[in-house]
Structures are given as C-alpha cells and as structure tokens.
C-alpha cells in the first residue's frame, strides 16, 4: 500500500511501514542521525534526527514515525538546527577523544556540520580508562562513547554473538562486554561489526588509530574464504593500514569476519619474498642436482635468470622426458585469471594435463558427486537466497561461523529473525549448534549411515516429493531398495544417533520447505567423499528441494577462489568450463584455440611482441599433443615427484608440505624431487624445498576476478603497488610460458593462443571465449557493478542464482544407491581416539597469511587440539598443557583445550601451524577412489601429556 | 543464546529452585534475580554467568538487567539495607537529617548499609524508609535507634471521608479488614463484575464510555477507548495489567487504595479482561511495596477460592487469572511500554510507539494497561452505574479522583474529590488550610513530574481549565510550599530524582536531567551565572522536543513552569 507525503516540499512516495527517516534516505534526502543505521532495529535514542511536521507542535524523531499519507516533514530549519546542535552539545559534554581514527567519524562530521561547541559545563574529568580493552584489533576508548547501542545491536542482530549490552542506567548507563568483562571473555570473534556501525571514535580499528588520515580506498574482495565478501581497503603511504565495510559489498554488506576485517597486515610482513631466488649449483653449467642430494643455498637473482631457468628445465624435461614428466599446481588463492594460465601453460606449451590444484583435497568429491547426480558440481542458489528463503537447513559437516564466518552470521540470522529452522549433522558442537533447533552429534564418517536413515524415515512417513521424483529424476527404485536397508535402529548403531533424534531430524527436515542442504568438508574429506555428497543429492530430490529458491545443494568452497580455479580447468580431468579432456570435440577446440606454429628460424626476431604475435593463419598448426587421458591429481603428482615420474613440479601458491595428509611422507616425496618451482609470497614449509622461488605479489598489489562459492565472480583490485620485485603471477606464468615457446621454437597460432596480455581483463576475454559459463562475463560488466552468478552464457545474460530450475544439467537428476562403508582407520587398541581435523576461526589454510597477522596471531597462537574432559582425565591431561597427538604416520605436538564441544573417544586438530605442530603429520593419506580425496576427517590416534614441555602452560 | 536451544541444567541449587518457581522462559530473568538477590545480599559475577548459561538469556542481557533496578545489588554489597527516601515530602520533612543519622547508626551496629532511594511512595509517613521490605515512617529526628531495632510505624488509615470528600473509588475503604475477602463482598465487592457478567463485552465499555473515565495514571487517556482497542483487535491472547508501579513523587494513592482494598483493584481487572477478551491478567507492582504485594496475592487467592478469579468465574464462561509481578526499582517501569520491557525480563526502556500497546503490548499481544485507580474506578462504575458517577465533577470532567497532599498544610493525606475544585478549595477545606503563621508561596501539582503553581492561579478549577492554564493534575499528588523553601530548592530535588530515575536511554533525558541538577547545584550554591538560566532553559526545550518517551518530556515542565512563574527566585540567585 503506498501512498504520498511530503518532505521539504516535494512530493514524495512511500510505502506502509516505513519511517520518515527511511523514506528520505530512498528519496538521497539526508537526515542526521547517529542511532540509526539500515541493517538495524529503529533505537530511537540518539534524537538527532528530528524533523517538524505541519501541525505538531513539537519535532518528531523521524527515524521512528511512521510514514503516513499527507504527513508534510520539514527536515531543516533554523529551529531544528538549534536543537541538532543542543543535542550534540550534550553528547560532547560527556565525550572526549584520545586521537583519530583513519577517517574522520560520523559524529565528528555531524558536530563539525551544525557547529556544535563543546559546552563550558561539560565534564572535566574521563570517565572511562582509555583504551580499556585487550582485545588485539578493536580498540575501546568509551569516553568516546554516546550511547546510541549500534555496537549492541550491530552484535545481536547482525552478527548474532550477543557480546555488547548496556549496562546501569541514567547519566550513568555505559556499554560493556558480557557480564561486564573484556570482549574476548564475553566470546567476541573480533568481526569488527561493532567498530565498522560505531559512529564515533569509541570502537575503532587498532592498527589504524593516529596512523593519520588514509589517502583513498579501494574496493576489492576478500582474499580469504569463499564466501567472497568485498570491503574497501584503505590506504596510507602505499600501505593497506585498514579495511573498512562498504555497504555495497554484494555477499556481506558491512559484515566481514576478523580475517577479512583485521588479517591484512600480511602485505607488508618482513618475511615477503621481493626477489626471485635459485639454489646457487643451478647457476652453474651442468648445475642440475642429481636426485636424493641435498639443496644447496639460496641466492638471489634477477628475473631473466630465475626465468630462463625454469624455462630450460622445463624445456628440457618436456623434450628429453615427455610432457607427462611435469607437474603443475595451480592455486585456489590465485585468480580465475593466473589459474586460467597456469592450466594453459601446462595444456598448450607443455603438453600435459598434469595440472590440478587443492580444490582437490577440500570438494574434489563434491564436483564429482554432483556431477553424476546432476551434471554440475556447483552450488546450486545463492547464500543470500538461501538466508532469505529457505524455511529450514539442513547444515552437515560444515562448521560455519568459523569456516565461512560471514555466511554463517546470515544463517544466524535467518533463525533470529525469521525462526528458520536449522538442523546441524555434526561429530562436534560446533558454534552454529547454539541457534541450531536440532543438533545431531553423529560419529565421524558415517554420513552415508546417518543419510540413508534420515531418508528412511522420510520414505517411512511418505514425506517424499512423488511429483517431483516422478517428472525429474531417475533411478528412484534402485535407491528406495538400498535405503531400505538402514532402519533407524540400525543407523542409530552406526552412527550413535538416537532414534528419537533421528526421527525428529527427519520430520523437522520433510516438513520445512524449502530446506536447504548445506555442507563443507565434513561432507567431502572421506574416503567416502563422493559417496557422502551423493546422499545429499538424494535427500534434495527426495523431497523437492531441487530448482527452487531457499533449496538445494549447497556446499561451501573453502578458499577465496577454489570455485574459479575448478571454473578455469585447473584440474586434471577438464578444460576451462568442465569441458572433459576424455571429450575428443572439447579436445580438438582447445587444440585449435591454443594451437602452435614451428617458428621460422629463418625469420627475422625483432622483439618479443612480434615474435609471439599469432601465426598467420595460414602457417601449418602442430598438435598439442594432448590426449584424452586426464592427468594426475595434486596428491599423486607430489607422489610421482618423489619417485622420478614427475621430474619437474611446479607448484603456485600451494603448500602441499603443510596442507596434504600424512605431511612427512610428503616431505619425503617433495626432498627427493628432481626440479620444485615454488611461486609464493612467503617462504612457505613447501618452498623450503623448492630449487627456484618466484615472488609473486600479494592480493593488495595486483588485480583480477576471483569467483566465490555461489559462481559469483568478482573483482579484486590492486591497492598498492608490488613489494620489492614481486611481480603479478599472471605476468610470472606468460612470461615462463614465451621463454619455453621460444626454446621449443614454437609460436602461438590459435586465435586464444598467445602470451601477450596487457592485463587480467584481457585474460578475462579469453577465458569467456573458451568457457561457455563464463561467455557474458567481463571486466567492463564488473567495473559497472553487475552482479555475475555463472552461466551467464552471453554479454546481455544477468547470470543465474538458481541453478536446475526446469532440468538438471544433465537432464533428469538421478538417483544413485549408496551403501555406509567405514572410514579405512578407525581406533583400534594401540591408538585408541578418533582424530578429526579442520580448521579454526582466526587462522586459514596453511596459515602462511594468517600467522603473519599480528592480531590474528596473538588471538590463536598455538595450535590447539580439542579432547573431552571424559577423556581428558583419564588420559592425565588438563586444560592448557602441552600434549602430543601420535599416529602410525607421525605425531603433531599441541596445546589441549578440554571441552565437550568433542564426544568422548573424538580429539580435533587443526593443520594451520608448520612442521612439529602440524595434524597433517598425524592424518591418514587414505582416498577416495572417485574423486582421490584424502581422508582428513578420521584416523586412528593417541594422545598423551607431553612430558617435556610440560612445564610451561599455555594460556 | 536462542530459544530453541535445549536449556542446560544448572547445578547451582539456588538457580533452579528460582527456575523452577519463576520459570525458565527469558521472560521470568527479572523475578529470578530478585530471588538470588534476595538470598544471595546481591549478584555476583558468578551469579550474572551461571544465570545467562542456565536460562540462556546472554549475559550482557543479565548484567544489563542486573543493574538497571536499583532493588538489585550488582555487585553483592554486606549488611541489610535501609533505604532512605529521597522523595520531595520526606526531604522537606528532614530526610537528609534522618539519613545521616540512620548512617551513624549503622555504622555503629555493623551489619547495616544505608542508602538513598528516590520516592518510596510513603509521602504521608515522611520522612520515611524502607528497612529491606519493611515500610518504615515517619522516622522522628531521634528515632534512628527504634528504626535499626525494628520500628515501623504504622500506615495511616483513611477509613472514614472528611467532610465534602465523595468516596465512590474508595467507598469501602478502610472500613473493612483487607484481609477479608468476607468483610469486601459483605460491602459490595465483586458486584460491579456480577453486573459486568450479565452483560455483553461491549455493554461493559460502553457503560465505562458513558461514564467518561479518564485514565487516572497521570495521561488521561479515555479508558473505553483503550479498551475498544483492545476488544476490537484480532483474535488471540491478549492481556490485562494493572500499573501499580507507582512512583511519582508526591503520589500514593494506589498504594492506599491497595492496601485498603485490594479487591476493588481485581475487580477491575476482572471487569476489563471480560470487556477486552482477555484470560490474563497481571498486576505489575512496584518492588518497594512489599507489603502491598502480598496482601495483593492474598487478596488473589480468596478470590480464587470464592469463584470471583480463576476459571469460569461466577459460573459464567469467562475464566480470568491474576497473578503479581513485582517490579525491582525502576520509576520509568511505570511508563507503559517500560512497564512491558521489564515484564518481559529485559531493561526497563520505553519502546517505540507507535505500535502501542493495545496493539502490540505484553509478549506482542493486544494489552491493556491501566492504573490501579482508573481499574477500581471501572468496577465501582459497574457497580454502581455510570450515572451515579457523572453526578459528581463537571460535566466535561466527571467523577472523582484521588488526591495526596501534602506540604506546609495542616492535614496531609489522601482524599477523594469530585473533579473541578479548585486547588485553593482543596488546600483550604481538604488540607486544613497553611501550617499556622505561613502563606502560600507555591504549589507543585501532579508529582514531580507536574507544575510550579503560583498565588494568582489559586482559584482554577481541576478540569480542562487547568490544562489550560498550564497547572497538571497528573496522578494527583499536591505539594503545597510557604515561605519558608524556595521553588528553586524544590526543582533542583525534582530534577535529582529524574536524574536518577532516568533509564539514560536517550540523549536529552541521559544527559539533560543531570546537567541540569548541576546547573541548580550551581545556582543554589551561589556559583551561578546568566548563562546557567539560559543554559536550563535550553535543557527544559530539549527535554521537552527531543525527548524518547514521557520521563523526558514531562520532566521539562516543573523547570518551564518555575522559571515563568518564579522569575524573580532564579535571578536573585545569578545577582547574589
């Protein structure tokens, strides 16, 4: 129902429900306020926002009044100047500043707008101490506070956490932590929220403060997981000094998480690589290390030398070994760009399809999985769709608020607000479990079990989609007989659910649609990985919740761009696009895109550019020599390294030494290697073994598209400019592959074919001519702030939120019959615990950025292992002490925190600390056979107080 | 952290035994403090935790709570408490006096801690306390001793009207045994609900409309059509509550009428669920009035047990449960929607309105909130017709209200008049006329929250005229002042007790109220200048324009009105 009113004259339209402050903001009409913010509740307190209306005979506070028909709102005058200024007035009486933050703040505009004085009678005295908390990134300073409660309610409402209150009342109200305690006691996860809604000085970024005012901001996307939030980084000097939201952002608006928001002063860590480095025998002629010797020392070199270097290795192993004898990985950390080139470089100039990245170790399964059962492996809606819509979730095997923090404040959300209901499949009680309606605490690795009975029931209680089943799918029948097989009793023994659990889980789930299935590597690191992810795909058709809005199979990528690394073929198995390498017409596209000519050596060679300029047409192309054979996966290319097969592996801005299972086997595989490549930002465990270390720059100092969990594809933009030498790995990886063509004498031919990119947009171009999702997408659709979700099959396409709406990929979505196979080690009598492993809020990956965070680092400096105080007492262990965590393959040594988020007989790990303190030591390399996924999530282990550093406790 | 979440078991005895008594919904957070606050000298850290885990309320939520009411002890302070009442009577009765030396004696006998509360609601035994629940007054200059050793003194009784005085309200008064429910029927209570019974829902509001009841907590608001409202809303639950939070200085009316027949008030709470559908009702009573709270739950159960609360009352269909909430120390709890924060376990803070409360009030649902007199006022309208009740007052303001007087007058106390005296007609034949050898110098009408009235506005009768004149009837509290005090004095006590009073939500009432305290500090110490007067004058507007809910607004008026009517009492102060 709309209806008019009017604001300073002009007729203006507003809809019932709407306060006047709401409609003048939609109208650009500005009306000061402190108190108020969009994505929060109406507090009415700060009164700032007074306006008059025709017939009243005193100001209303417009952030509060309704809109209502003919209401005539005055919104300046000198009168509402007079009381604006006696307001701020008043709160400067109580405020005082102790320095300034990296711009200036609301409340410092709006006094310096009305020209508010700080009055004679104001108080002398601070009443707070400066600077009060200890929390690492948000600095407190309440004598800066004016009570207008953004920070409680931005907590409560938009980050779900409940840490801020008021407390006291009168002229002696303040704000403070939980029961009146530092924030970190009162469970803050430092997301910043609080700071990036306070209006004043009173909770500010740490780093920033008296740092001076920034020089401009950059809008870019967050480096760290998938969920791809954007925020503006804010530069002083050519330093990224903080982030700040930018309420825009499309995925998160204000929200960020305590890496996005804090875990950026990696850029300027002294531990940088700025100039490329060689082992110094390789500056020798015949320098080459024979294989088992040990690495001599570093030296550093210039560019050419580090290049051509690699060149001719590479060069030589593809002539003198064939194009199988190399290895690449690429980066889920890197763009959809440089992944797009590092799987050309080894397509088309190497000729291998040994190119494959970590989206193998976190949803290699997930790929696989929904590919047989839908023919894409993606997520299939949107997170913001899912927020919003869905009227349950089913969550499993994803610890959301620490893995995909920003996501799971939305799913927070949708609880608080809307009453979704959520149910969450989880071997611990992880954080999410607080809002969760049903929590169903099931035992590592039988999610098959735990599936199949769920789906019992529902097939039980005839809550399945016979409609849906009937016109979308197929191999219904075979997969009802195999469920068949798990009655609730039975999975209840499998899986140590109770039954009446198992029943209510299945009801809550048949009778809230949509439901939305959500998973993360809970799900996808099982040797029965694939297996795992196709049971989700049966329970969504089961009951319909394919194709539709709130629906669907979600899984959550882990890092910034694992989605685009898989989306540009930097696997071993497909083309850019999921076009199969075993597809002899996807083959021959490729080999005629990217095709090749002999170069005339009789030619003349002026400069690079015309050298690697495209062939005429009409110069015979040379095949590629690829073959329908896809090559091998990351784990297995490290493998074949360390046994000969692979004589030369390069690896870009991976870690394999740190983030495989069964890390010491790895570095044993990685010490034999003949010929290791490391193309990094820090010195990572990994480029410990490496004969040629590239420096590439950081996030901050380059740009390109990075595609989130949702195929939401986005830019990320360069910010300062590159540190020491380090160079854009786009123009590292064109620059390798011209010096190999030219040492193969080889030109480009093919109309994608050559080298000689100006920049990522260029890049973009290419890809989008060769992968049919990303056809409509391009640097000019994403500077103009279009929001792209692939396919967006042409230039006009908006892209798409939902995907299998009418049809599946592949047509009908199918069925497939799953049975529960055990994990391939369980606890046995000599290593008696079940080891699960992940990760944790504060740290990412391997922990090569994020260990060089100051602030991240102070807030979880040790890795940690989590056992139940069940356990914890039998096995002598207390809270705090040092503890060594041992299986068959290695031991890890840790920090315990006793707590009952594990089951008794379960321990956790996570693997981002290096070497002695890593869980990867421990894990169990074991795969999946479809999707070779190791098996992070269950292996046999024992743990005891570790006797020699038991001395010293850890807080 | 969210409701759904299972609710851990505590093991703290004491937490579930309050759990368990007061409920575990979030809703039931404040009773369960006042319980471990009780048992417990106060509220530990540790208790504020244990709380928030066993209830799964955050615990910003508990401290928040925890130290909002200031019957809560946050941190848990030694000894047993004398509240000493800081109330405009008492302090012109000599409560600052009486405090130091409750404080000497105490410090003396260990064991007791002294503190300042604003108006205990015990204005007619000025200067008064509260010895932990015990009301206690008025407190002679050298009886600090008899109050430490257990000395009450008793509540004055008004059993019989004073000549001119027209008792309908208050017809049973003290005439009968509170305790009583026998004596109460026996006088004719529960009839106005008999009549109410044998007629439709809307019979009864259009009896109350006929009548022209006003609501007589200080708002005015016509009681028939808040309960239109309510009556009319969609169906579901919808609630009762009677504001006996009663905190306004000068005001204890309610308390007497409490305390002399706490029927009256159930009927009438009875008569209204039946009006507006409601099952439910709740008295929200303030935590000083102990005493009255428990005669009230008394009262509750004879009721029950008589058939005239509870399930199918009188064998009708209509079934209406009461029960007693009590509030922990909040003067803003008597503002509707703080009133229904504080019921539902959180801060007392106003809420926006609109949506109000006969829409959307207790837990969401359409809710009438009336005072306690405007409640006993509806059941004696039933009961004995709304004609009976338009005989007395004017024709635009009919009936009777209740008034508490007090001040430099001979005869202090409550009364019940028929609307449309004037204040000269009240002090004169009500109040016994000036304390001999004084003259009237000021009134200040309608609590503290009311107006400085001066000489020249003496004959203005209590009805629309008053509001004309800028004189507030308010909740019917009259401070009358000689010569003796100034205005200004007065006004600085006033603004003390908003001060502290003030939920500190919003910027001109958190700020306002106390700088302007400061501001008469100043002038009243003789360190004032020009600017100061300018300077209240300024918080008086901001107050009174910007302000979140009535406390703010309503507390700009003594300051307007005794800066127009007592110009010459502020400058002499500046020039000294």
């Known amino acids: 129902m709309s209806f008019r009113l009017t604001i300073n004259g002009a007729n203006v339209e507003a809809d019932g429900g709407e306060t006047i402050l709401g409609v003048a903001r939609r109208h650009g009409i500005e009306i000061p306020t402190l108190c108020d913010h969009p994505d929060l509740s109406v507090d009415g307190s700060c009164r700032l926002c007074l306006v008059e209306l025709a017939g009243m005979p005193c100001p209303v506070a417009s952030c509060a009044f309704p809109a209502a028909e003919g209401l005539a709102v005055t919104t300046e005058s000198p009168a509402l100047s007079d009381e604006r200024r006696g307001i701020l007035e008043m709160l400067l009486a109580d405020y005082e500043g102790s320095g300034v933050a990296h711009e200036e703040t609301e409340f410092e505009r709006w006094v310096r707008h009305y020209g508010a004085q700080r009055p004679a009678w104001a108080r002398s005295e601070r009443r707070f101490a400066v600077d009060s908390d200890a929390n690492p990134f948000i600095r407190v300073d309440f004598n800066e506070c004016i009570l207008c409660t953004r920070c409680v309610r931005a907590c409560a409402e938009v980050q779900g956490r409940f840490v801020w209150g008021v407390a006291e009342r009168g002229n002696d109200t303040r704000i403070v932590a939980g029961a009146d305690t530092t924030m970190l006691d009162a469970r803050c996860e430092s997301c910043g929220a609080c700071a990036a809604y306070?209006?004043?000085?009173?909770?500010?970024?740490?780093?920033?403060?008296?740092?001076?005012?920034?020089?401009?901001?950059?809008?870019?996307?967050?480096?760290?997981?998938?969920?791809?939030?954007?925020?503006?980084?804010?530069?002083?000097?050519?330093?990224?000094?903080?982030?700040?939201?930018?309420?825009?952002?499309?995925?998160?608006?204000?929200?960020?998480?305590?890496?996005?928001?804090y875990g950026h002063d990696f850029v300027d860590h002294p531990d940088r690589l700025l100039r490329p480095r060689v082992r110094r025998e390789l500056l020798s002629v015949d320098g080459w290390r024979a294989p088992r010797d040990a690495r001599g020392e570093w030296v550093e070199v210039d560019w050419d030398t580090a290049l051509d270097l690699v060149a001719s290795k590479f060069a030589a192993v593809h002539r003198d070994s064939g194009p199988d004898a190399l290895g690449l990985l690429a980066s889920a950390k890197c763009s959809n760009e440089e992944n797009y080139l590092v799987q050309k470089l080894a397509r088309q100039v190497l000729g291998t399809h040994?190119?494959?990245?970590?989206?193998?170790?976190?949803?290699?399964?997930?790929?696989?999985?929904?590919?047989?059962?839908?023919?894409?492996?993606?997520?299939?809606?949107s997170m913001d769709d899912v927020a919003e819509h869905a009227a349950a979730m089913f969550l499993i095997g994803s610890n959301v608020t620490e893995q995909h923090p920003v996501f799971g404040t939305r799913i927070r959300q949708a609880v608080l607000r809307r009453g979704m209901k959520l149910v969450v499949a989880d071997p611990r009680k992880i954080d999410i479990t607080e809002f969760a309606t049903l929590h169903v605490q099931h035992r590592p690795g039988t999610d098959v079990a735990l599936l199949n009975g769920l789906m019992y029931a529902i097939l039980a209680a005839e809550a399945h989609d016979r409609d849906f089943i009937r016109r979308r799918t197929e191999g219904f029948d075979e997969f009802r007989e195999t469920v068949a097989k798990y009655p609730p009793k039975l999975v209840a023994e499998i899986t140590g659910v109770p039954v009446e659990q198992l029943l209510e889980a299945a009801t809550l789930l048949a009778s809230h649609r949509p439901m939305a299935a959500v998973w993360a590597m809970g799900i996808t690191q099982h040797t029965t990985g694939v297996m795992n992810v196709l049971c989700l795909a049966n329970l969504q058709m089961l009951l319909g919740n394919m194709g539709v809005a709130g629906g669907g199979v979600n899984p959550l990528r882990g890092q910034n761009n694992v989605q685009g690394a898989c989306d540009v073929g930097a696997l071993p198995n497909v083309f850019p696009g999921y076009q199969a390498v075993t597809d002899a017409d996807a083959l021959t596209k490729f080999d005629d895109a990217w095709s090749l000519a002999r170069r005339d050596r009789l030619q003349p060679v002026s400069a690079d550019e015309d050298r690697l300029k495209p062939a005429a047409a009409n110069e015979p192309a040379t095949s590629l020599g690829l073959t329908t054979a896809p090559g091998q996966t990351v784990t297995e290319m490290v493998e074949a390294a360390g046994c000969g097969q692979i004589r030369a592996l390069y690896i870009l801005g991976e870690n394999p030494a740190s983030t495989d299972p069964d890390s010491n086997h790895v570095r044993r595989c990685l010490e034999q290697a003949e010929f290791i490549v490391v193309q990094e930002i820090f010195p990572s465990e990994t480029a410990a073994y490496a004969d040629v270390i590239l420096?590439?720059?950081?996030?901050a100092e380059r740009s390109g598209t990075f595609t989130n969990t949702e195929r939401r594809v986005q830019l990320f933009r360069q910010a300062v400019s590159a540190r020491g030498d380090a160079r854009p790995d786009w123009q590292i990886i064109a620059e390798l592959a011209k010096r190999v063509l030219e040492l193969q004498e080889r030109q480009p031919r093919g109309p994608c074919a050559a080298w000689n990119y100006a920049g990522p947009a260029e890049i973009m171009d290419e890809i989008a001519a060769l992968t049919p999702s990303y056809t409509g997408v391009s640097y000019e659709r994403l500077e103009r702030g279009e929001r792209l979700q692939w396919p967006v099959p042409s230039a006009e396409h908006p892209g798409t939120p939902i995907l299998h709406c009418e049809k599946f990929t592949r047509g009908k979505g199918r069925f497939h019959p799953v049975e529960h196979l055990p994990a391939r080690e369980l606890p046995d009598h000599d290593y008696p615990l079940l080891l699960t492993t992940g990760r944790v809020l504060y740290h990412w990956h391997g922990g090569e950025m994020t260990r060089r965070s100051r602030g991240l680092a102070a807030v979880y400096p040790e890795s940690l292992v989590e056992v139940s105080p069940e356990d914890a007492v039998r096995l002598g262990i207390t809270d705090g002490r040092p503890v060594i965590l041992e299986s068959r393959r290695g031991r890890q040594q840790a920090v315990a925190v006793v707590t009952s988020r594990v089951a008794a007989g379960v321990v956790f790990g996570n693997f981002h600390?290096?070497?002695?303190?890593?869980?990867?030591?421990?894990?169990?390399?074991?795969?999946?056979?479809?999707?070779?996924?190791?098996?992070?999530?269950?292996?046999?282990?024992?743990?005891?107080?570790?006797?020699?550093?038991?001395?010293?406790?850890?807080? | 952290m969210h409701p759904s979440v299972p609710q851990p078991e505590t093991r703290d005895p004491q937490i579930a035994t309050a759990l368990e008594r007061a409920g575990r919904s979030p809703d039931s957070l404040l009773p369960v403090l006042q319980m471990l606050n009780r048992q417990r000298g106060g509220l530990s850290d540790a208790t504020v935790r244990d709380v928030s885990r066993a209830m799964n309320v955050p615990a910003e939520r508990v401290e928040g709570v925890a130290t909002f009411y200031s019957l809560l002890s946050r941190p848990p302070q030694a000894g047993r408490t004398i509240r000493v009442c800081d109330g405009l009577t008492c302090w012109l009765n000599g409560a600052t006096e009486c405090r130091q030396a409750l404080e000497q004696h105490a410090a003396e006998r260990r064991g007791w801690r002294v503190t300042r509360s604003s108006c205990l609601g015990l204005c007619d035994r000025a200067p008064a306390a509260l010895v932990e629940d015990r009301q206690c007054g008025p407190i002679a200059p050298d009886g600090a001793g008899d109050v430490v050793d257990g000395w009450t003194g008793a509540m004055p009784t008004y059993g019989d009207p004073l000549p001119g005085e027209a008792r309908f309200t208050?017809?049973?008064?003290?005439?009968?045994?509170?305790?009583?429910?026998?004596?109460?029927?026996?006088?004719?209570?529960?009839?106005?609900?008999?009549?109410?019974?044998?007629?439709?829902?809307?019979?009864?509001?259009?009896?109350?409309?006929?009548?022209?009841?006003?609501?007589r907590g200080g708002a005015g608001f016509p009681t028939a059509r808040k309960w239109r409202m309510v009556a009319e809303a969609p169906d579901g639950p919808r609630f009762v509550i009677c504001n006996a939070d009663e905190s306004e200085p000068l005001t204890f009316k309610d308390r007497v009428l409490m305390e002399s027949d706490p029927h009256a008030v159930l009927e009438g709470m009875a008569v209204c669920g039946y009006a507006v559908g409601a099952a439910e009702g709740i008295v929200y009573i303030r935590g000083e009035y102990e005493p009255q709270a428990r005669l009230l739950e008394a009262a509750i159960g004879q009721a029950v047990e008589r058939g005239w609360l509870g399930g199918r009352i009188a064998g009708s269909g209509f079934s209406f449960h009461v029960h007693v909430h009590r509030g922990a120390g909040a003067y803003i709890c008597g503002e509707e929607t703080a009133l229904l924060e504080s019921l539902e376990g959180r801060r007392g803070e106003p809420r926006i309105r609109p949506p109000y409360p006969a829409a959307h009030g207790f837990r969401g649902q359409p809710t009438v909130v009336n005072n306690v007199e405007t409640l006993a006022t509806a059941a004696a309208i039933l009961a004995q017709g709304a004609e009976a009740w338009r005989a007395t007052g004017l024709p635009e303001a009919p009936g009777t209200r209740l008034f508490t007087l007090q001040g430099h007058i001979r005869r202090s106390g409550l009364v019940e008049l028929p609307c449309g005296l004037t204040l000269r007609q009240i002090i004169d034949t009500f109040g016994g006329g000036m304390r001999p050898g004084s003259r009237f110098q000021f009134a200040l009408t309608g609590g503290a929250a009311g107006t400085f009235v001066s000489g020249d506005q003496l004959d203005v009768p209590l009805g629309p005229a008053a509001r004309q004149a800028g004189i507030a009837i308010g909740s019917g509290g009259i401070l009358v002042c000689d010569e003796s005090v100034s205005p200004v004095a007065v006004?600085?006590?006033?603004?003390?007790?908003?001060?502290?009073?003030?939920?500190?939500?919003?910027?001109?009432?958190?700020?306002?109220?106390?700088?302007?305290?400061?501001?008469?500090?100043?002038?009243?110490?003789?360190?004032?200048?020009a600017g100061d007067l300018r300077r209240l004058d300024e918080f008086a507007?901001?107050?009174?324009?910007?302000?979140?809910?009535?406390?703010?607004?309503?507390?700009?008026?003594?300051?307007?009105?005794?800066?127009?009517?007592?110009?010459?009492?502020?400058?002499?102060?500046?020039?000294?």
Request: aromatic share 6%; charged share 20%; proline share 5%.
């Open chain 1, 913 to 955: 600390f290096p070497g002695e303190r890593n869980v990867n030591n421990v894990t169990n390399a074991a795969l999946d056979p479809v999707a070779k996924i190791p098996e992070y999530k269950v292996c046999a282990v024992r743990l005891t107080p570790d006797a020699q550093r038991s001395g010293k406790p850890v807080s």
């Open chain 1, 198 to 261: 306070c209006p004043t000085g009173a909770l500010t970024d740490r780093a920033s403060f008296n740092l001076g005012i920034i020089d401009r901001k950059v809008t870019t996307t967050c480096p760290y997981c998938g969920v791809g939030c954007q925020f503006d980084v804010n530069v002083r000097d050519d330093r990224v000094v903080a982030v700040t939201s930018n309420p825009a952002a499309p995925v998160n608006g204000l929200s960020l998480c305590v890496k996005g928001r």
């Open chain 2, 491 to 529: 006004l600085r006590e006033a603004l003390h007790f908003f001060e502290q009073e003030s939920c500190g939500k919003c910027t001109p009432c958190r700020i306002g109220t106390a700088q302007a305290r400061r501001t008469l500090d100043r002038l009243l110490s003789g360190d004032g200048d």
């Open chain 2, 170 to 215: 208050l017809a049973r008064g003290r005439r009968i045994d509170p305790w009583s429910i026998d004596e109460a029927l026996a006088a004719g209570a529960y009839s106005g609900l008999r009549t109410a019974l044998s007629g439709s829902q809307g019979a009864v509001i259009e009896a109350i409309e006929t009548a022209g009841l006003t609501g």
């Open chain 2, 541 to 576: 507007r901001l107050l009174r324009n910007a302000s979140f809910c009535g406390l703010g607004t309503s507390a700009a008026d003594p300051i307007r009105t005794a800066r127009e009517r007592f110009p010459d009492e502020f400058e002499r102060l500046v020039s000294r």
């Open chain 1, 695 to 699: 420096p590439g720059t950081s996030w």
């Open chain 1, 354 to 381: 040994n190119v494959d990245h970590c989206a193998r170790l976190c949803h290699s399964s997930t790929v696989a999985g929904l590919s047989m059962a839908f023919g894409s492996g993606a997520m299939s809606n």
